[in-house]
């Protein structure tokens, strides 16, 4: 057991408006399960790349320790590959047994070694990956994102797994993973970072609580600055009038007084004048005391939504449906029955590769916006025309430009489209980028906006959360609870589906 002692370190990107971190010290033990948290581009995976020596920066980041990153990079020739065979080129020094005997813990067969890595579903590929990850010993591993993509069953497992280790760092955006495999959490706050003892749900307790502390001794602090300004105003207000009394007076009116009496409304406008300046830097130093009070607070700003109402109760339409791409030999979706209404709120659920995503491929097809590969198909399918429709891709290669080209593309409104992202903890100078250069997280946001800037009957996402962190999901949640929008959507994440979805169909 030992210590990474960071000390002072700053560190910013070559051509970046910002430092990621600035002047940052903290501890963390290398035996403690960490959850790290923070807003998308705050830095989490970057500080990652920092702890592997990846980057130049100031500072200090004092450690004895061997560190290693999930997830592994795996190349074309690799994915073509058994992983039994490649697992030494990834990890040098990994032993097969101890593979073999972490596999078992993830509740799979060691022959999924020795199958085509690039034909094992997104959940054993993951598995076999962190099953390398924790055959070492004594190194601290830095876990980035290990459930994106997955089904609830290997998402179930993956959990269970890392309650049962610890010495290591978990990035994730998955409420109920950090809940259930972290003692400890490490938070990059607006302007801050903080080392705290629990899991997330007794982090953020504690964070409403300071945060409602702060918001009221900001409040209490806004009145007396108030009181104080308004005492110094009276009393400036007051030795100037006096101060414009010693020269000149008239004989008839101010018969009692003399001309040495110049000498004492001098005196005593100068005693107003210091009292003036001593309140003013009393509210001088108590502005000092208080700023920053508020920086850390995450404002949950509210979003706003436009779902038009469709003419028809009735939107979309299976019964008995049956899909298979030709010549696959195997169907995807069999006997496939339910109805999306006005108003309802759906979530597709399943396993990977259950047909999913084919149900919303459908969907897009019949209303020709999307390609299908050729296919066949038995039962009734039937999409009510004249449905306007906003898709929310789980696809982000395809985002490259700028801002305003992907308005264009999309046809939406800038303003509107530049607020929701702003809304969402974007911070100006990302608008000057490309689209490619934004983290994954960055990019699912411009997807998000995109088409929370559309006017639709029905919002189709699938798996819109994945990368988004946190509080952007609190957002969108708050937001689909407030308008409630008709919408089909495929999600991962236990906590949002079960808050979102009215109606669930169990594929």
């Not at 910013?12 to 790290?36: M, P, Q, R």
């Not at 047994?97 to 199958?115: H, K, P, Q």
């Not at 600055?225 to 009276?234: E, F, G, P």
């Not at 018969?255 to 004048?273: L, N, P, W």
């Amino acid at each position: 057991m030992s210590q990474i002692n960071v000390s002072n370190l700053s560190f910013c990107y070559d051509g970046s408006y910002d430092n990621i971190f600035e002047n940052v010290s903290f501890s963390v033990d290398t035996n403690w399960k960490l959850g790290l948290i923070g807003r998308n581009g705050k830095g989490k995976t970057t500080f990652l790349n920092l702890l592997m020596g990846k980057y130049q920066y100031t500072g200090v980041i004092d450690s004895d320790t061997s560190v290693e990153y999930f997830p592994y990079k795996i190349n074309e020739n690799q994915m073509c590959m058994c992983a039994g065979e490649f697992i030494d080129e990834i990890k040098p020094g990994c032993e097969l047994w101890r593979v073999i005997c972490e596999l078992s813990l993830l509740g799979e067969d060691a022959e999924i070694l020795y199958r085509t890595f690039g034909q094992l579903s997104p959940g054993q590929r993951t598995k076999i990956l962190l099953a390398v990850l924790f055959s070492g010993e004594n190194e601290f591993l830095l876990i980035d994102e290990p459930t994106n993509h997955l089904d609830s069953t290997a998402r179930e497992k993956i959990k269970e797994y890392l309650a049962s280790k610890s010495g290591f760092i978990l990035v994730s955006h998955d409420r109920e993973l950090l809940d259930f495999c972290t003692d400890h959490v490490l938070v990059l706050n607006r302007k801050s970072i903080e080392v705290q003892n629990g899991n997330f749900s007794v982090w953020w307790e504690n964070k409403q609580k300071k945060d409602s502390f702060a918001v009221s001794e900001n409040e209490k602090h806004k009145k007396e600055i108030k009181k104080l300004s308004q005492a110094a105003y009276r009393v400036s207000e007051w030795a100037d009038k006096n101060e414009t009394s010693k020269i000149g007076f008239d004989t008839v009116k101010e018969h009692d007084r003399c001309i040495s009496t110049r000498a004492y409304i001098g005196a005593k406008t100068k005693k107003m004048q210091s009292r003036v300046k001593n309140i003013e830097k009393r509210i001088g130093r108590q502005i000092a005391e208080k700023e920053g009070l508020l920086a850390d607070i995450e404002r949950v700003k509210e979003l706003k939504l436009s779902p038009v109402p469709f003419y028809k109760k009735t939107l979309i339409y299976f019964r008995n449906y049956c899909f298979s791409y030709t010549g696959s030999g195997r169907p995807v979706l069999t006997d496939l029955s339910f109805t999306v209404e006005r108003g309802d709120r759906i979530a597709l659920h399943g396993e990977n590769g259950c047909g999913k995503t084919t149900v919303i491929k459908k969907i897009l097809h019949g209303l020709g916006i999307a390609e299908l590969s050729p296919f066949e198909e038995k039962g009734t399918c039937e999409i009510s025309s004249g449905l306007k429709v906003s898709f929310l891709s789980q696809d982000t290669s395809w985002l490259k430009g700028s801002v305003q080209d992907l308005c264009d593309i999309k046809g939406i409104d800038r303003s509107l489209f530049s607020t929701i992202l702003r809304q969402l903890g974007f911070e100006r100078a990302q608008f000057d980028k490309n689209i490619e250069n934004y983290s994954e997280g960055q990019k699912k946001k411009v997807l998000i906006a995109a088409s929370l800037s559309e006017q639709a009957n029905i919002y189709i996402w699938d798996e819109p959360l994945n990368y988004i962190d946190i509080f952007s999901r609190m957002q969108i949640e708050n937001l689909i609870m407030e308008y409630k929008p008709t919408m089909l959507f495929v999600e991962h994440d236990t906590m949002f589906r079960e808050k979102i979805a009215n109606k669930v169909i169990l594929l």
